[in-house]
């Protein structure tokens, strides 16, 4: 069965530095988003992306974030300059419609210290 | 905005009793409603799924029922084993695309 692929499964950086997290959606699909979940927190929406253009961010998804298709398989999230409250774990996900059921990736966990 | 509210936790419950997980909402236009589970250290998986009212949706002997005009989507286990422990999040999507989630429901079950 196809599926949501992220790595690294986990990513230690420094304050400061910038970190990109990838993400490969199944192949046919066509939307794709980006959520955090910060430890005990609920799940949070990010980004969603769709035609190579951010279609809806949250007030999460400041200047310090950003996505990009780069190919035609990969779906990429950067953060330019991590924080310590950066820390969390990344969810990526994909649907082929945007009615379509969301497949979840296992998630990329940031620990930024 | 959308938003779905779930009742808190933790729940703690013996092996073998009945689970309940209450879930609320609150969305424009007609959500589709879904619970997922996390076990511990693992990502986010589909537990079950009902995209219209009175559909219900079941898998691994779970279940919920899309109430619409209660807008409600509890999450039910007849008989629950200690391999359901994990944090269950009831979530809605609407036509636009992006889910909302809970706040998440961490069940513990005792043997």
């Known amino acids: 069965e196809p599926e949501v692929t992220q790595t690294p499964s986990h990513q230690v950086t420094q304050m400061g530095q910038e970190v990109i997290l990838r993400c490969v959606p199944i192949?046919?699909?066509?939307?794709f988003y980006w959520y955090r979940q910060i430890l005990g927190q609920k799940v949070e929406f990010l980004v969603s992306f769709y035609n190579n253009e951010i279609s809806e961010k949250s007030e999460i998804f400041d200047d310090q974030f950003s996505v990009e298709r780069p190919d035609g398989s990969n779906f990429t999230l950067k953060i330019r300059s991590t924080k310590l409250e950066d820390s969390a774990m990344y969810f990526c996900a994909s649907r082929v419609t945007g009615e379509g059921e969301q497949y979840f990736g296992p998630g990329t966990r940031l620990t930024v210290t | 905005g959308d938003s779905v509210t779930q009742m808190e936790g933790p729940v703690t419950l013996s092996e073998e009793a009945f689970l309940t997980i209450n879930c609320t909402y609150t969305a424009t236009g007609y959500p589709s409603l879904f619970w997922y589970v996390q076990y511990p250290g693992e990502g986010l998986q589909l537990l079950l799924k009902a995209t219209k009212a009175d559909d219900k949706g079941s898998n691994k002997g779970f279940e919920a029922t899309y109430r619409k005009e209660t807008t409600s989507f509890h999450l039910e286990k007849g008989s629950v084993q200690v391999s359901d422990s994990a944090v269950y999040f009831c979530a809605l999507k609407t036509n636009a695309g992006k889910s909302t989630f809970g706040d998440g429901t961490t069940l513990t079950v005792k043997p």
């Open positions: 192949s046919n699909h066509l939307y």
